[in-house]
């Protein structure tokens, strides 16, 4: 079973600052994908980054960077620069490589603020 | 081109009645997942589609929940007899064939009173 953990139901970050959004995960798979997800209002979910579990670098997109911990099973979102349009519901998900295992897991989400 | 479309967008009926939630991919990719999305539960897969593999329908959670994908394209979510605890944002998203990202519709709000 897999099982994702975000343990800030909301953040409050100031308009340029970085921000760091935790998730940790639980799995016995052997290979997995972490994923992180925004979710605007308007309710669709866009795909931010990928991390595979072999991957040897953190995976990075523009301004968002995954900090990925394997021994500690964590993979943090940081995001540099925060701009207004990043205000919205981020969640962190995950799954299984091996065939088959197809669905993500998700966590609870964070909702995340940006103040001007 | 074009994302994963979901129709209707919003949907209100009444406890008791059948719904059918439909979604279109995005063209070439082979699977297809419905996921829920509500306030007590967060969001959890029902069912994913791979071409013309039998379905994964471990996450749909009574019998009244059914999905079909005609075409290995379009899929329907059906949901009979509705109860209140079926209100929620029901997700589409597809992928190619063991893709890494699932691209997400915008969701289909179901509301039943």
């Known amino acids: 079973a897999q099982k994702i953990t975000q343990t800030q139901p909301g953040m409050f970050v100031q308009e340029k600052e970085a921000v760091t959004l935790d998730c940790t995960y639980d799995?016995?798979?052997?290979?997995?994908?972490l994923f992180w997800y925004k979710q605007p209002s308007s309710g669709e979910m866009i795909f931010l980054i990928y991390?595979?579990?072999?991957?040897?670098q953190n995976a990075t997109e523009g301004r968002y960077s995954l900090n990925f911990q394997k021994a500690r099973k964590s993979a943090n979102l940081v995001i540099s620069a925060s701009q207004l349009g990043d205000s919205a519901m981020y969640f962190c998900?995950?799954?299984?490589?091996?065939?088959?295992?197809?669905?993500?897991?998700f966590g609870q989400g964070t909702r995340l603020t940006i103040n001007p | 081109g074009a994302g994963v479309s979901q129709s209707p967008s919003n949907k209100v009926t009444e406890k008791g009645k059948d719904v059918e939630l439909r979604c279109d991919p995005i063209?070439?990719?082979?699977?297809l997942y419905w996921y829920r999305q509500s306030l007590g539960q967060g969001l959890e897969f029902l069912i994913y589609?791979?071409?013309?593999?039998?379905?994964?329908k471990s996450g749909l959670p009574s019998d009244r929940f059914s999905a079909e994908r005609t075409g290995g394209s379009v899929s329907t979510l059906t949901i009979q007899r509705t109860q209140q605890e079926d209100s929620a944002v029901y997700l589409c998203?597809?992928?190619?064939?063991?893709?890494?990202?699932?691209?997400f519709g915008p969701g289909t709000r179901l509301t039943v009173t």
């Open positions: 998203a597809s992928s190619l064939f063991q893709g890494r990202e699932q691209y």
């Open positions: 799995t016995s798979d052997p290979s997995y994908g």
């Open positions: 991390q595979g579990s072999y991957d040897q």
């Open positions: 998900a995950m799954r299984g490589l091996i065939q088959g295992a197809q669905k993500l897991v």
């Open positions: 063209s070439g990719h082979t699977a």
């Open positions: 589609f791979q071409g013309n593999s039998a379905p994964d």
